[in-house]
């Protein structure tokens, strides 16, 4: 089984969902290093964000936070020691975050610079072509990761996105690896193997999203 890695909405276990809606951004928003403006490669410099958490938002080991995280996961450093152990294509941003008007130091941002398309059975996964303005979906058929990053490329300037979804994989899955245009627009997948790691070092504030489920 693999599993998307979500922030949980659990209200005993995180307070408030999500726990930031705010954050400390010690630049400008349009800054081509904010980490919101970043594209999805490796970088030397980079400004991150300091999440700030609600009132009754509790701390976690993964945090559910708005703004300036950019699709990447707020993760204390326990997880990311965890992670970095399988995730050679994804860089950690250093930040911290504000809970209870105190700075809690040794939180990171993920930054994936690589995706696994190779991952993907296109055979069994569905793929589709996304008008960005209207969200109707109209199914295309790609048969390889070669021909799924090409559609990429092709419609990156038109009013179109791809859409892989469901998604299932091809045997052996690694035990983490990182997908764009899936569901949540960027998905972090572990293996059972992982999924029980991390469990068993009792991260919290993680929900794991079985990657063929049709929930949230």
């Not at 995180?14 to 928003?29: A, C, F, M, N, R």
């Not at 290093?33 to 991150?48: C, G, I, M």
């Not at 958490?53 to 204390?76: E, F, P, Q, Y």
């Amino acid at each position: 089984m693999v599993y998307q890695i979500k922030t949980s909405l659990n209200s005993k276990e995180i307070g408030k969902y999500p726990q930031s809606e705010d954050s400390v951004i010690l630049t400008t928003t349009d800054d081509p290093l904010f980490t919101d403006n970043l594209r999805w490669r490796k970088v030397d410099r980079y400004l991150a964000p300091k999440p700030i958490l609600m009132k009754k938002a509790k701390l976690t080991d993964l945090i559910s936070a708005v703004r300036g995280t950019s699709l990447r996961l707020v993760i204390s450093d326990k997880l990311k020691t965890i992670l970095e152990k399988y995730s050679g294509s994804m860089q950690y941003f250093y930040t911290s975050v504000i809970y209870k008007g105190e700075e809690i130091e040794d939180y990171w941002l993920t930054n994936p610079f690589e995706f696994d398309y190779d991952a993907v059975d296109y055979t069994k996964s569905i793929v589709t072509l996304r008008e960005r303005t209207t969200w109707v979906d109209k199914p295309v058929i790609v048969k390889s990761a070669d021909e799924f990053e090409e559609l990429v490329e092709k419609i990156e300037e038109t009013n179109l996105a791809p859409h892989i979804r469901p998604v299932h994989f091809l045997p052996p899955v690694k035990d983490f690896f990182v997908l764009s245009y899936v569901r949540g627009g960027i998905g972090y997948y572990v293996s059972e193997k992982l999924k029980k790691e991390i469990e068993d070092a009792g991260c919290t504030g993680i929900r794991f999203r079985p990657s063929d489920s049709e929930d949230v």
